[in-house]
């Protein structure tokens, strides 16, 4: 048995559903996820998500990307996700997306660490959710838009040197061909990979081992991003929580083992994070304490009201005392090489969001930016699929042997090794 669409998309998080939207009405899209359609790490995002507001900010809004990426970052990508910001919220908005609003119902800012200014959009502290699930929302309304769940991408197929679709595992286990004339990777970042990281489990860089497989084009690999405060847990099993740098941007403070303040907060991650490890280190503890209390409690339960509730579910009052927190993977810059409209070194193949790189974050990613960025760069690959929409001539993709994708266990060994190799081959600094 094997199926034909017109487009795969790899991933239901906010930019493959996104990209969905975005392509010609007249075509079918079949989007998989590997597990439920909101398990994915867009509806984890807490922050919010960077806007340009006016011109004026222009520069300073780039030259903060700039300096969070170690001057690293490719311009022409940061250019196109600013000068794009606005053109996404209009979208966002016409959805439905519930925007923090000031008293004159205006848009409300944030700020977040390493941003010179408020620039940050957000609802409440759950920003990712409430923009993904109306994407989806609007995603599901379509009638050409078909999404499955609990379908997991094994592998793409070629033919003549293009993809022409994808071996997947089904729902109920059988492993099956999808031939598509176009294809976008959307599945995410690599945070399964490692013991601590913010992501869901099963986000384990499943396209960038097919990548490696195909000798598609990565990029900056090693630039593995990790989140200074998540909620510390003994349990090796538990997902890191993350205290969202909103947290920090609206005055909380970071104390050693004697309630000392040992550093600024509004650091950029990665200096902050060598900042908390390097003081673990001189006070042999496993976490540094985080005070909320220097938030008025109204801000608290107004702004940040999940993180208030989670940490009370883990025995923790944040009016009230500190909480542990620790450094955790969060965040992959690198990914699969990808041009200004998200296509891979492969004909017909795309790929958007965490799993693709197109240097606008370089080595470290300002905060707020990755929502925006997985945006303006899923409707770029959309729009550009459909300029140049073009059936493939033959269906003969050569279709491959599906025995050896029977072995669940140990394929997931076989992609684990070939990520995580590629990675320390690269340098990462971070070990699983």
């Known amino acids: ?8 998309i790899a991933g239901s998080g906010c930019s493959g559903l996104y990209c969905a939207l975005h392509l010609p009405s007249d075509k079918q899209i079949l989007v998989i996820t590997k597990e439920d359609r909101e398990s ?4 984890l995002a807490q922050g919010g998500m960077c806007m340009l507001k006016d011109d004026g900010d222009y520069d300073n809004y780039y030259e903060d990307t700039l ?3 170690h001057y690293e970052n490719d311009r022409t990508s940061v250019d196109i996700m600013i000068r794009s910001s606005r053109d996404v919220v ?5 959805y439905g997306v519930d925007f923090q609003r000031d008293e004159n119902g205006d848009l409300a800012f944030t700020r977040e660490g390493a941003h010179s200014e408020k620039r940050i959009l957000f609802h409440e502290d759950i920003t990712g959710k409430e923009i993904t699930s109306h994407i989806l929302k609007e995603a599901s309304r379509r009638d050409n838009i078909h999404i499955l769940e609990y379908t ?6 070629t033919g003549e040197g293009e993809c022409r679709g994808a071996v997947v595992r089904c729902a109920d286990g059988t492993v099956t061909v999808v031939e598509a004339d176009y294809t976008v990777l959307a599945t995410g970042g690599i945070g399964g990979l490692y ?3 913010t992501n869901f489990r099963h986000l384990t860089g499943d396209s960038l081992a097919i990548a490696l497989k195909h000798g598609i084009a990565l990029k900056d ?3 593995v991003q990790i989140h200074p405060t998540t909620l510390y847990s003994e349990k090796k099993e538990d997902r890191s929580f993350l205290i969202s740098e909103s947290v920090r941007g609206e005055g909380a403070r970071l104390y050693d083992k004697n309630m000392h303040r040992f550093v600024n907060e509004l650091l950029p991650r990665d200096l902050l994070t060598e900042a908390i490890h390097a003081q673990m280190a001189k006070d042999h503890t496993d976490f540094v304490w985080e005070d909320l209390r220097t938030i008025p409690e109204e801000e608290l339960y107004t702004h940040f009201p999940n993180i208030v509730e ?9 009016t009230r005392e500190c909480i542990p927190v620790v450094p955790a993977q969060h965040y992959f810059m690198g990914g699969i090489r990808v041009d200004y409209n998200s296509r891979t070194s492969m004909e017909r193949l795309y790929a958007v969001g965490e799993t693709a790189c197109n240097g606008v974050h370089g080595r470290n990613r300002l905060a707020s930016n990755s929502l925006l960025e997985s945006l303006v760069f899923a409707k770029r690959a959309a729009l550009e699929i459909g300029r140049i929409y073009e059936e493939v001539s033959s269906c003969d993709a050569g279709l491959p042997d599906l025995a050896p994708y029977q072995d669940e266990e140990r394929l997931e060994e076989e992609y684990r090794t070939l990520v995580l190799c590629e990675i320390e081959k690269a340098g990462s600094s971070i070990s699983a």
């Open 1 to 8: 048995m094997k199926m034909k669409t017109d487009i795969l």
């Open 40 to 43: 994915n790490d867009s509806f």
């Open 67 to 69: 300096k969070a990426g």
């Open 90 to 94: 209009k979208d966002l908005l016409d």
């Open 152 to 157: 997991t991408l094994l592998d793409i197929i």
């Open 195 to 197: 013991r601590h990281s």
């Open 221 to 223: 690999v090693n630039y």
């Open 310 to 318: 989670h940490c009370r579910k883990m025995g923790y009052d944040v």
